[in-house]
């Protein structure tokens, strides 16, 4: 059984909480989502990078945004992808343009490949390879999604120089595989299965990861830990993740949550939105 150790009133005072990939608009958070931003202020957390998926959503995704001082990427997920996907990419086009100048535009993404939702494979190779595109001309960092994927997202990631790199977003893959994005610039998003026991493969690698390298994340309301309390994922388990991380380097939270929320500013350059 997993502890959720959410309300450490000892460790709490002393560390910065980001949520690296947080899907805040989703419609399971229409219920209570002031009360949830007030229990992350209360544990911490002081926001959460809401990742775009897809033109539909996008409406929805910059009004939370706004209304909570999140800052957000723009892309259009793997999932989501149509076999010719360019009408989509010129809706992206088009909202990035209006959307550039906005501070709180920190990404390109979520975008990605993944294996698993195959049946739109050529969609998603033309919409990852035209948001690569978009993150070089813009100079923005990328939160890529990828699944039984990740020989080719190297290939491709290995033709394009992307200046501020991005981000492997809910990152489970071997050590070896980790170093090879590592090499390219790239960071790896720790979320909630680390906290699962079973999880060997991702608790070696994590343990041997360079602190300068690791984000914590959530993906909320998606990949809920193990033994959860209730089946809606949420920011509310960062701390967790923290402890999870600090026990495997043997290390303390408060220099794990130092490093993860640098890591975060830097990346996405958040220096200008937080205070």
């Known amino acids: ?12 005072p002393m560390m910065r909480i980001l949520d690296s990939h947080a899907h805040l608009d989703h419609a399971l ?22 990742p775009g998926v897809s033109p539909e959503r996008w409406s929805k995704q910059l009004d939370v945004a706004k209304r909570y001082s999140c800052p957000y990427g723009l892309g259009i997920h793997p999932w989501f ?17 209006s959307y550039i100048e906005d501070p709180y535009l920190v990404a390109i993404g979520e975008c990605g490949l993944d294996k698993i939702h195959k049946d739109n494979w050529h969609g998603q190779i033309i919409a990852l390879q035209a948001q690569l ?34 981000v492997i977003h809910g990152f489970y893959g071997s050590l070896a595989i980790a170093s090879e994005y590592i090499k390219l610039g790239f960071k790896l998003g720790i979320g909630g299965l680390i906290l699962n026991p079973s999880a ?12 300068d390298s690791v984000l914590i994340e959530t993906d909320s309301p998606a990949m809920t830990p193990r033994n959860a309390a209730e089946s809606r994922n949420t920011p509310l ?6 402890a999870e991380i600090a026990t495997l380097h043997k290390k303390t939270s408060v220099l794990i949550s130092e490093h993860a ?15």
């Open 261 to 275: 929320f640098r890591n975060t500013v830097q990346l996405f350059d958040l220096k200008l939105i937080l205070i």
């Open 29 to 50: 958070f229409d219920t209570d989502r002031d009360e949830l931003f007030e229990s992350m202020a209360q544990a911490g957390i002081e926001t959460a990078i809401i």
């Open 200 to 211: 060997r493969k991702l608790r070696t690698c994590v343990a041997q990861l360079p602190h």
């Open 133 to 166: 595109s978009m993150a070089q001309q813009l100079n923005l960092p990328v939160i890529l999604h990828v699944v039984k994927a990740h020989s080719e997202m190297l290939a491709m990631l290995k033709r394009y120089s992307l200046p501020r790199g991005g």
């Open 237 to 242: 388990i960062l701390q967790s993740i923290i």
């Open 81 to 97: 992808c149509a076999d010719n996907p360019q009408q989509a990419l010129d809706l992206l086009t088009d909202k990035l343009n």
């Open 1 to 12: 059984m997993i502890k959720l150790n959410l309300f450490n009133e000892r460790i709490m």
